[in-house]
């Protein structure tokens, strides 16, 4: 059951979309609050109050406080000490239901860390959300320099060898448009801004299975990636073995095939058949 102040919103949400039914924006404008809420605590990663996420939005407060008691009551946010909110167990359910329902994800957990035992690196799963890639899984490599990264870690696509992959598949226009919103200097200012150059870029690295970059996020830390399509030949995911920069050097030839062949075995595992190599638009 709604409570009658979320009804009341639906209601007057409504009216809204029948006065200006050529406002898609107004007509999902709640929608959208809800989302900003939820992206807002995924970008800060720490718990806040409705205060500061009104003010981070952009929001009018009373809106934000409304959304946010309608989103605790549902279990999408829960309450926190000092009134803050974090997300909810719903959200959690959601994230095991997404992942359960992508059968390559499941798959590439699993190859994910036999690579790691196998190369003894440290090995990710990424996936890309809008113009950033994220950590999906990691498996740590061993020995004592070992380069690793939070699970949830998110970064511009412009600055990763998997950022490249993720929208190496897209027609030429959708990869400069992506490029062009993301395109941020890298800590190590090494990492490639120039939309052209990084549309012409990803599709070369995607039709070669295959994307390197080495100190342009992090200095003197590499990574090898390859896509992991589906069927369609999107590119959903990719596998990577992250690395010292020396190391990378030393057994590129190595790592370069097998995470091109452990992304090609996780693609058959999945009954993904391409007939060949798919070829990213050129225009």
Not at 10 to 26: G, L, M, V
Request: aromatic residues 4%; negative net charge; charged residues 25%.
């Amino acid at each position: 059951m709604f409570s009658r102040s979320f009804a009341v919103t639906i209601d007057q949400t409504a009216e809204a979309s029948e006065k200006d039914a050529k406002s898609p924006r107004k007509r999902a404008h709640g929608i959208d609050r809800m989302l900003e809420i939820l992206d807002t605590l995924c970008a800060e990663e720490r718990e806040l109050t409705s205060y500061e996420i009104a003010k981070l939005v952009g929001a009018p407060i009373s809106t934000i406080y409304t959304l946010v008691a309608e989103m605790v009551e549902r279990g999408l946010l829960s309450r926190r000490v000092g009134n803050t909110v974090w997300l909810g167990p719903r959200t959690l359910r959601y994230g095991i239901a997404f992942e359960k329902g992508t059968n390559l994800l499941a798959l590439a957990r699993q190859e994910m860390h036999t690579l790691a035992r196998r190369l003894g690196e440290t090995v990710q799963v990424c996936v890309r959300d809008e113009d950033m890639m994220v950590v999906a899984a990691m498996a740590d490599g061993i020995g004592h320099f070992r380069v690793t990264s939070d699970v949830g870690t998110r970064v511009p696509l412009n600055w990763t060898a998997s950022g490249r992959l993720l929208v190496g598949h897209l027609p030429a226009h959708e990869r400069l448009a992506v490029f062009s919103a993301c395109n941020r200097p890298s800590p190590t200012a090494r990492a490639e801004t120039d939309p052209s150059r990084l549309t012409v870029q990803a599709e070369e690295d995607f039709n070669n299975r295959l994307s390197i970059q080495i100190g342009q996020s992090d200095y003197a830390v590499a990574c090898i990636a390859s896509p992991i399509r589906d069927a369609t030949g999107a590119c959903v995911a990719t596998i990577s073995v992250v690395l010292p920069e020396q190391r990378a050097n030393e057994r590129r030839d190595e790592i370069c095939d097998a995470v091109r062949d452990v992304a090609a075995l996780i693609e058959a595992q999945a009954g993904v058949e391409h007939g060949g190599r798919r070829m990213a638009h050129s225009g």
